[in-house]
């Protein structure tokens, strides 16, 4: 256990880097889910 920080700062950046995924992952989720309620709704008004 010569340098703690080090270790530390390795999982700080790993931490970072699965936040940037799970934001990635919410942001597609959001589009697709956008996309969908617009489909749905063009399908809606062409069936009305």
Do not use: Q, Y
């Not at 080090?6 to 931490?15: A, C, E, P, Y």
């Not at 995924?21 to 809606?44: E, N, Q, T, W, Y």
């Amino acid at each position: 256990m010569s340098k703690p920080k080090g270790r530390h700062h390795v999982k700080v950046r790993k931490d970072k880097e699965t936040a940037r995924k799970v934001s990635a992952m919410l942001i597609s989720i959001a589009r697709l889910v956008r996309a969908v309620s617009v489909l749905a709704d063009a399908l809606g008004r062409w069936f009305d």
